[in-house]
């Protein structure tokens, strides 16, 4: 597990990633992780999440998470849409 044991059982990963979000902020622009097995990088600099967002939309636009809005209508939000969805949204 790295830097994420605990994770599940005795912390939510919300929990993990305010932490090391609040570690980094003032070091670094990002930081990166493994979440659940995959590398992910995690804007720390208003200026970079800006042009993630905005500016490199084309280039950022998929967040890898899987959802069946058919079974869980709930799931089509910000958070876990992809592409000119989650632009519209």
Not at 25 to 39: D, S, Y
């Amino acid at each position: 597990m790295g830097s994420m044991g605990g994770v599940g059982t005795s912390m939510h990963t919300s929990e993990f990633i305010k932490r090391e979000y609040e570690r980094f902020k003032n070091q670094a622009p990002a930081f990166g992780l493994f979440f659940m097995g995959r590398p992910t990088i995690v804007p720390t600099d208003p200026d970079l999440v800006k042009e993630i967002l905005v500016k490199s939309f084309e280039s950022f636009h998929d967040h890898g998470f899987y959802v069946n809005e058919k079974a869980d209508p709930l799931s089509k939000n910000l958070f876990f849409s992809n592409g000119q969805q989650w632009k519209e949204l």
